[in-house]
């Protein structure tokens, strides 16, 4: 079993910053690791995603803002926040896929609270 150990978050102005992490903690070989974000009355959508070879892809609406980043010896992932804005308000979870015993598995962290005040 792996367990993710997210840390980070907040409340912060329009126009201030944050920054996530989140820790594997398990016997896994992590492939892709994200974050996702869940707004009040909305469905989870997927924010910023990383591959094992550092290859990132993003949200339109976050591009040039946010930036993920991994450190593999440490299974860990991270997400810089610059310019939050209050749409970027939310429960943000982290993401992780890799090879454990054989098979490929998924598990997401317990979600931590970004709340972006005008």
């Known amino acids: 079993q792996v367990h993710l150990v997210e840390s980070g978050g907040g409340l912060v102005q329009a126009g201030g910053s944050l920054s996530l992490s989140c820790a594997a903690a398990g016997s896994i070989f992590t492939t892709n690791m994200g974050w996702y974000r869940q707004a009040p009355g909305k469905q989870r959508e997927q924010v910023a995603i990383i591959t094992r070879v550092f290859t990132t892809g993003y949200k339109d609406s976050v591009k040039g803002r946010f930036t993920i980043s991994r450190d593999n010896a440490k299974n860990t992932v991270f997400l810089q926040m610059n310019s939050l804005k209050p749409e970027d308000t939310g429960v943000y979870y982290c993401?992780?896929?890799?090879?454990?015993?054989?098979?490929?598995?998924?598990?997401w962290g317990q979600g931590t609270q970004v709340t972006v005040s005008s």
């Open positions: 993401y992780v896929k890799g090879l454990q015993s054989g098979e490929i598995r998924e598990y």
